[in-house]
C-alpha cells in the first residue's frame, strides 16, 4: 500500500481547484468549456515546497513509530513467553491483512466511481468531479488512480499542468512495476521534457521495430536501440528484446532460450512485459515444458502491474479452460480489465460473449457496440481536441505535451503540430537551444509519412541552417522529393531560386524559368511571387548582356555587386523593381 504521503500533493492541488470551480460558478464570461480555473505556477511550487517538508516531517514520525513499536514488541515477548507470541502474530497479521483488504477494496470502489462519471461526463466540471474520485482512490493506494493523477499533472487537465510533479509521481509508479509509467517517463526523456534528453531511455527499438511513427521498421537498428536501453538498466528494453529473440527476425533469429534470459531480466526488476513474457514461454512450451501453472501465476503478475495483454491471456486461459477449470464469470472479468486498457482481443471476446450469452446475459446490442468498438479503436480523438483548446486558449505547454504524445503514438498530424510549436519557441518546458533539434526530428518523420509541407520544412531547415547544419545540396534534394512526388509549388519556387544561383546544385537559368513557371501553374497563390522573380532574372540577365559585354568586364562588375550590396543583391533588385511598378502605377492612375 502506498503511503499516505506519496498523494498529498494531489489532494491539495485537487482541493484548490474544486473551490476555484465553485467559486466561479456563476461567473458569466465562463463557458462551460472551461468551467475550472488555473492553479498558478507559484501556487504550485509553494504547494510542492510545503508538500516535501510534510513529507519529512512523515518520515521521522514513521521512524519513531517503528522504534517504539519494536521496543513493545520486545517487551511483551519478555512477559508472555513463545507461544503467547505466535498468537499474538497471528491475530495482528490477520487483521492487518483484513484492514489492507478493506482499504484496497475501498479505493478500487473510488476509481470505478471516478471512471463511471467520467464516461458519462458532458463537460469539464464533471471530469474534475470524478478526479476527486480517482484522488482519493490514489491516496488509498490505487495504481490506476495514481496514473491518472500524474496524467492529469502531465497534460495540465483543469489548468493543473506541474510536469516536475508529474516525473515525480511517474517514477515512484515506475518502481511498482507499472508499465503506463515506465512510457511516460521514456517519452519524456526522448523530448527532454522535465529530464535529460536520452533517446536510449524511450520506444526508439519499437519505432523500429514495427515501423511506425515516422520511421521505417528496421529490426537491426530496433535490436540496436534495445541493447543500448537495456546496457543503461531499461527493463522495458530488456522485455523487447526477448520479445525479438522469441518472435524471430533477421537481426534477432528466434532463440528461445535468449528469449527467456532476457524475459527474467526484465522480470526480476518487475516489468509486466518481461513477466508476461515468461507466462507466453510456458504457456506454449517454449524452451521450456508446457506448465500452465507457471504460466498463469506470471500471468497474474503482470495482469496485477495492469498489463492489458497479461489481463487478456488469463481470460482466455479461464474461456478456454486451459490449465484450468472453465469458469466464464472470471474469464468476463479479466476480458473486461483489458478492455478499459483497449486490447482488441480482450474487446473481440467480451462481444462474442454477449452474442453467445456465456457468462452474461445474451445481449445482441451490447454485442454490436463492442464489435464496432473494436473496428473503432481510437479514444485518442478527444485528445487532439483538448490539445487544440489548449493551444486556443494559450496553454501552449500543455498542448505541446498533448500533441507530442500523439506524436509518438504515430499521428502525422500531431508530429506537424508538435513541431509548429516547438519552432515557435512559445514553449517553456523545454530549453530554446533544443527546439529546432526536436522540431527537425518531427519535421522528418512526419514527412516519411507523406506530409508535403513537412517536407518542404525540412528542406527549409536545411537551407537556413536551423537545428542543423547549413546544408543546401541536402536542402535541394528535398524540394526536389516535395515538388516530383507531391508537386508542391513552394518547393517548386525554392528549387527554382536555387537553380538560379547555383545553391547547392549546378546553375541552370532555363530550369529555372521552367520551375518558376510550374510553381505558378501549381498554386494561384504563386503567381505574384513568381511574377516579381521572372521579372528579376529577365532584368539581371537583360542588365548583363546589355552592360557587361565582355567576359572579363562582366566578372568584375558581378564580383563587385556582391562586395558591394552582399550577397543579396538581387532582393534589392527586386524591391527596386517593385518600386519603378508602383510609381508607374501611381502616375498612370493619378
Same mark, same amino acid.
Given at each position: 500500500?502506498?503511503?499516505?504521503?506519496?498523494?498529498?500533493?494531489?489532494?491539495?492541488?485537487?482541493?484548490?481547484?474544486?473551490?476555484?470551480?465553485? $467559486?466561479?460558478?456563476?461567473?458569466?464570461?465562463?463557458?462551460?468549456?472551461?468551467?475550472?480555473?488555473?492553479?498558478?505556477?507559484?501556487?504550485?511550487?509553494?504547494?510542492?515546497?510545503?508538500?516535501?517538508?510534510?513529507?519529512?516531517?512523515?518520515?521521522?514520525?514513521?521512524?519513531?513509530?517503528?522504534?517504539?513499536?519494536?521496543?513493545?514488541?520486545?517487551?511483551?515477548?519478555?512477559?508472555?513467553?513463545?507461544?503467547?507470541?505466535?498468537?499474538?502474530?497471528?491475530?495482528?497479521?490477520?487483521?492487518?491483512?483484513?484492514?489492507?483488504?478493506?482499504?484496497?477494496?475501498?479505493?478500487?470502489?473510488?476509481?470505478?466511481?471516478?471512471?463511471?462519471?467520467?464516461?458519462?461526463?458532458?463537460?469539464?466540471?464533471?471530469?474534475?468531479?470524478?478526479?476527486?474520485?480517482?484522488?482519493?482512490?490514489?491516496?488509498?493506494?490505487?495504481?490506476?488512480?495514481?496514473?491518472?493523477?500524474?496524467?492529469?499533472?502531465?497534460?495540465?487537465?483543469?489548468?493543473?499542468?506541474?510536469?516536475?510533479?508529474?516525473?515525480?509521481?511517474?517514477?515512484?509508479?515506475?518502481?511498482?512495476?507499472?508499465?503506463?509509467?515506465?512510457?511516460?517517463?521514456?517519452?519524456? !526523456?526522448?523530448?527532454?521534457?522535465?529530464?535529460?534528453?536520452?533517446?536510449?531511455?524511450?520506444?526508439?527499438?519499437?519505432?523500429?521495430?514495427?515501423?511506425?511513427?515516422?520511421?521505417?521498421?528496421?529490426?537491426?537498428?530496433?535490436?540496436?536501440?534495445?541493447?543500448?536501453?537495456?546496457?543503461?538498466?531499461?527493463?522495458?528494453?530488456?522485455? #523487447?528484446?526477448?520479445?525479438?529473440?522469441?518472435?524471430?527476425?533477421?537481426?534477432?533469429?528466434?532463440?528461445?532460450?535468449?528469449?527467456?534470459?532476457?524475459?527474467?531480466?526484465?522480470?526480476?526488476?518487475?516489468?509486466?512485459?518481461?513477466?508476461?513474457?515468461?507466462?507466453?514461454?510456458?504457456?506454449?512450451?517454449?524452451?521450456?515444458?508446457?506448465?500452465?501453472?507457471?504460466?498463469?501465476?506470471?500471468?497474474?503478475?503482470?495482469?496485477?502491474?495492469?498489463?492489458?495483454?497479461?489481463?487478456?491471456?488469463?481470460?482466455?486461459?479461464?474461456?478456454?479452460?486451459?490449465?484450468?477449470?472453465?469458469?466464464?464469470?472470471?474469464?468476463?472479468?479479466?476480458?473486461?480489465?483489458?478492455?478499459?486498457?483497449?486490447?482488441?482481443?480482450?474487446?473481440?471476446?467480451?462481444?462474442?460473449? &454477449?452474442?453467445?450469452?456465456?457468462?452474461?446475459?445474451?445481449?445482441?446490442?451490447?454485442?454490436?457496440?463492442?464489435?464496432?468498438?473494436?473496428?473503432?479503436?481510437?479514444?485518442? $480523438?478527444?485528445?487532439?481536441?483538448?490539445?487544440?483548446?489548449?493551444?486556443?486558449?494559450?496553454?501552449?505547454?500543455?498542448?505541446?505535451?498533448?500533441?507530442?504524445?500523439?506524436?509518438?503514438?504515430?499521428?502525422?498530424?500531431?508530429?506537424?503540430?508538435?513541431?509548429?510549436?516547438?519552432?515557435?519557441?512559445?514553449?517553456?518546458?523545454?530549453?530554446?537551444?533544443?527546439?529546432?533539434?526536436?522540431?527537425?526530428?518531427?519535421?522528418?518523420?512526419?514527412?516519411?509519412?507523406?506530409?508535403? #509541407?513537412?517536407?518542404?520544412?525540412?528542406?527549409?531547415?536545411?537551407?537556413?541552417?536551423?537545428?542543423?547544419?547549413?546544408?543546401?545540396?541536402?536542402?535541394?534534394?528535398?524540394? !526536389?522529393?516535395?515538388?516530383?512526388?507531391?508537386?508542391?509549388?513552394?518547393?517548386?519556387?525554392?528549387?527554382? &531560386?536555387?537553380?538560379?544561383?547555383?545553391?547547392?546544385?549546378?546553375?541552370?537559368?532555363?530550369? $529555372?524559368?521552367?520551375?518558376?513557371?510550374?510553381?505558378?501553374?501549381?498554386?494561384?497563390?504563386?503567381?505574384?511571387?513568381?511574377?516579381?522573380?521572372?521579372?528579376?532574372?529577365?532584368?539581371?540577365?537583360?542588365?548583363?548582356?546589355?552592360?557587361?559585354?565582355?567576359?572579363?568586364?562582366?566578372?568584375?562588375?558581378?564580383?563587385?555587386?556582391?562586395?558591394?550590396?552582399?550577397?543579396?543583391?538581387?532582393?534589392?533588385?527586386?524591391?527596386?523593381?517593385?518600386?519603378?511598378?508602383? #510609381?508607374?502605377?501611381?502616375?498612370?492612375?493619378?
Amino acid at each position: 500500500m502506498k503511503p499516505l504521503s506519496l498523494l498529498i500533493e494531489i489532494l491539495i492541488i485537487l482541493g484548490v481547484i474544486i473551490k476555484n470551480i465553485e $467559486a466561479e460558478k456563476h461567473s458569466k464570461k465562463q463557458t462551460e468549456r472551461n468551467a475550472t480555473t488555473q492553479v498558478s505556477a507559484n501556487e504550485l511550487k509553494q504547494f510542492l515546497s510545503h508538500i516535501l517538508e510534510r513529507r519529512k516531517l512523515i518520515k521521522v514520525i514513521y521512524q519513531r513509530e517503528n522504534a517504539l513499536g519494536k521496543k513493545k514488541i520486545q517487551r511483551k515477548l519478555r512477559i508472555k513467553g513463545i507461544q503467547n507470541k505466535d498468537l499474538s502474530k497471528r491475530n495482528k497479521n490477520h487483521l492487518r491483512k483484513q484492514a489492507k483488504k478493506n482499504f484496497t477494496d475501498e479505493g478500487d470502489q473510488l476509481f470505478k466511481t471516478g471512471i463511471k462519471i467520467l464516461q458519462q461526463s458532458k463537460n469539464q466540471k464533471q471530469k474534475a468531479e470524478a478526479y476527486v474520485f480517482f484522488a482519493k482512490a490514489a491516496d488509498m493506494g490505487n495504481l490506476k488512480a495514481m496514473e491518472k493523477m500524474a496524467d492529469a499533472l502531465l497534460f495540465g487537465n483543469f489548468g493543473m499542468q506541474n510536469i516536475t510533479a508529474a516525473i515525480q509521481l511517474y517514477e515512484s509508479l515506475a518502481k511498482e512495476g507499472s508499465y503506463k509509467a515506465q512510457n511516460a517517463l521514456g517519452f519524456l !526523456s526522448s523530448y527532454g521534457i522535465g529530464m535529460e534528453y536520452n533517446q536510449a531511455k524511450v520506444s526508439l527499438g519499437q519505432l523500429h521495430l514495427i515501423g511506425r511513427k515516422g520511421l521505417d521498421q528496421d529490426y537491426y537498428k530496433a535490436l540496436y536501440y534495445f541493447l543500448k536501453a537495456a546496457k543503461a538498466g531499461s527493463a522495458n528494453a530488456m522485455a #523487447f528484446i526477448g520479445k525479438m529473440y522469441l518472435e524471430g527476425n533477421v537481426a534477432a533469429p528466434q532463440n528461445n532460450a535468449t528469449a527467456f534470459k532476457y524475459f527474467s531480466m526484465a522480470a526480476s526488476k518487475g516489468n509486466a512485459i518481461g513477466l508476461h513474457g515468461l507466462g507466453l514461454l510456458y504457456f506454449y512450451g517454449k524452451g521450456v515444458p508446457v506448465n500452465y501453472a507457471e504460466a498463469l501465476k506470471y500471468f497474474q503478475k503482470a495482469a496485477e502491474k495492469g498489463w492489458p495483454n497479461a489481463q487478456f491471456q488469463l481470460g482466455f486461459m479461464y474461456y478456454s479452460g486451459s490449465g484450468v477449470w472453465k469458469d466464464y464469470k472470471l474469464a468476463f472479468k479479466y476480458f473486461y480489465l483489458a478492455s478499459q486498457s483497449g486490447q482488441p482481443l480482450a474487446i473481440y471476446y467480451l462481444a462474442k460473449m &454477449y452474442a453467445t450469452g456465456r457468462g452474461v446475459l445474451r445481449s445482441c446490442r451490447t454485442a454490436v457496440e463492442l464489435y464496432k468498438g473494436v473496428c473503432e479503436l481510437g479514444h485518442w $480523438a478527444e485528445k487532439f481536441l483538448t490539445a487544440y483548446f489548449a493551444y486556443k486558449d494559450g496553454d501552449i505547454d500543455s498542448s505541446l505535451v498533448q500533441y507530442a504524445l500523439l506524436a509518438e503514438m504515430g499521428y502525422e498530424v500531431a508530429q506537424s503540430n508538435s513541431a509548429f510549436i516547438l519552432e515557435s519557441k512559445k514553449a517553456k518546458i523545454l530549453e530554446k537551444e533544443k527546439m529546432y533539434p526536436m522540431a527537425l526530428l518531427l519535421w522528418n518523420r512526419a514527412a516519411i509519412q507523406g506530409n508535403a #509541407f513537412a517536407r518542404v520544412k525540412i528542406g527549409d531547415y536545411h537551407y537556413y541552417g536551423y537545428g542543423t547544419k547549413k546544408d543546401y545540396q541536402t536542402a535541394a534534394t528535398h524540394y !526536389s522529393i516535395a515538388a516530383d512526388k507531391y508537386h508542391s509549388a513552394q518547393a517548386m519556387f525554392n528549387l527554382a &531560386y536555387m537553380y538560379e544561383h547555383g545553391l547547392g546544385i549546378t546553375k541552370d537559368i532555363h530550369l $529555372a524559368r521552367r520551375l518558376y513557371d510550374m510553381a505558378a501553374q501549381t498554386s494561384p497563390d504563386a503567381h505574384i511571387p513568381v511574377f516579381f522573380a521572372l521579372v528579376k532574372l529577365e532584368t539581371v540577365h537583360l542588365l548583363r548582356d546589355i552592360l557587361f559585354f565582355n567576359q572579363f568586364t562582366m566578372r568584375w562588375k558581378w564580383m563587385k555587386l556582391d562586395n558591394t550590396l552582399g550577397p543579396y543583391w538581387d532582393l534589392f533588385v527586386i524591391g527596386l523593381i517593385v518600386a519603378v511598378l508602383i #510609381f508607374l502605377l501611381r502616375n498612370r492612375y493619378g
